[in-house]
T-cell receptor, first 117, second 111 residues
Framework: SQTIHQWPATLVQPVGSPLSLECTVE??????LYWYRQAAGRGLQLLFY??????ISSEVPQNLSASRPQDRQFILSSKKLLLSDSGFYLC????????????????FGPGTRLTVT | GDSVTQMEGPVTLSEEAFLTINCTYT??????LFWYVQYPGEGLQLLLK?????DKGSNKGFEATYRKETTSFHLEKGSVQVSDSAVYFC??????????FGAGTRLTVKP
């Protein structure tokens, strides 16, 4: 069966410090990978998605970046954190669709709660 | 663009009450529709899904029917429990395989 891991679970970082959040998926190959942010009391905002190693698409301009050094590893980074980067970060994976349409859902990791002070 | 609108929360119910959380969508083509649940401090879990019109998704006593004529996918449960307290997200996946989530509805069930 497939599992998705995220770490750390919680993180408190000062403004201006770097960030690295890691997400790994087990039990599947060639997944699509996603990073979302959930700010307090708000819905999900898609930050990045990746359809393969080294292939990253950014949905919104921001202070963050993402990388996919291996097929099942997705990393969210920042060189200098801002207060507004605080939130709950969720990694997700889905089966890579074949053909024009796919009904595959996304599966989410447990999340990382980031507090920037 | 494609979007999902769900009823604003918070929703507070007593145990064994009937639950409805409204969800409507805007999309071109034939999206797949999903309900996800997020328990406190956790990630999202898929609750149920429907991939075509008139399909009914069901799980753990929750149901939702894909209504193309009203572009809706309302979540219902006949008798809620305290353990159902969570945030519920309606979502669609469009023809481009893009997911769109609603803003989430927080449900609190009191004993």
């Amino acid at each position: 069966s497939q599992t998705i891991h995220q770490w750390p679970a919680t993180l408190v970082q000062p403004v201006g410090s770097p960030l690295s959040l890691e997400c790994t998926v087990e039990g599947t190959s060639n997944p699509n990978l996603y990073w979302y942010r959930q700010a307090a009391g708000r819905g999900l905002q898609l930050l990045f998605y990746s359809v393969g190693i080294g292939q990253i698409s950014s949905e919104v301009p921001q202070n963050l970046s993402a990388s996919r050094p291996q097929d099942r590893q997705f990393i969210l980074s920042s060189k200098k954190l801002l207060l507004s980067d605080s939130g709950f970060y969720l990694c997700a994976w889905s089966v890579r669709p074949s053909g024009r349409m796919s009904h595959y859902e996304q599966y989410f990791g447990p999340g990382t709660r980031l507090t920037v002070t | 663009g494609d979007s999902v609108t769900q009823m604003e929360g918070p929703v507070t119910l007593s145990e064994e009450a009937f639950l409805t959380i409204n969800c409507t969508y805007t999309a071109t083509g034939y999206p797949s529709l999903f309900w996800y649940v997020q328990y406190p401090g956790e990630g999202l879990q898929l609750l149920l899904k429907a991939t075509k019109a008139d399909d009914k998704g069901s799980n753990k006593g929750f149901e939702a029917t894909y209504r193309k004529e009203t572009t809706s996918f309302h979540l219902e449960k006949g008798s809620v429990q305290v353990s159902d307290s969570a945030v519920y997200f309606c979502a669609l996946k469009n023809n481009n395989n893009d997911m769109r989530f609603g803003a989430g509805t927080r449900l609190t069930v009191k004993p």
